[in-house]
Nanobody
Framework: QVHLVESGGGLVQPEGSLRLSCAVS????????LGWHRQAPGKEREFVAS????????FYSDSVKGRFTISRDDDSKTVYLQMNNLKPEDTAVYYC????????WGQGTQVTVAS
């Protein structure tokens, strides 16, 4: 059974940093594109970042490019999202997503950027 479990969210001040983690089980990382999406209140879920199946070739939305970094650790089967220089508009629930033969989502973790 596939599980994606996010952690690391919380309240942070503007210009602060957070690192989100997504623990993956039940699938082979190299068979899936792993990524992060987010959903702010009253808005649709949007793409944030992704990694190719090889774990290379990161891709970012324009809104986070240069501030966020996606990476993965194959030994622990964890996907990370390092978020720097956070802005109030980054406030959202952040979801981990695995796309391959099927699509899997985590339950989400709340990130709130406020002073």
């Amino acid at each position: 059974q596939v599980h994606l479990v996010e952690s690391g969210g919380g309240l942070v001040q503007p210009e602060g940093s957070l690192r989100l983690s997504c623990a993956v089980s039940g699938l082979t990382l190299n068979d899936y594109i792993l990524g992060w999406h987010r959903q702010a209140p009253g808005k649709e879920r949007e793409f944030v970042a992704s990694l190719s199946k090889s774990g290379k070739s990161p891709f970012y939305s324009d809104s986070v490019k240069g501030r966020f970094t996606i990476s993965r650790d194959d030994d622990s089967k964890t996907v990370y999202l390092q978020m720097n220089n956070l802005k109030p508009e980054d406030t959202a629930v952040y979801y981990c997503k695995a796309t391959g033969w099927s699509v899997y989502w985590g339950q989400g973790t709340q990130v709130t950027v406020a002073s």
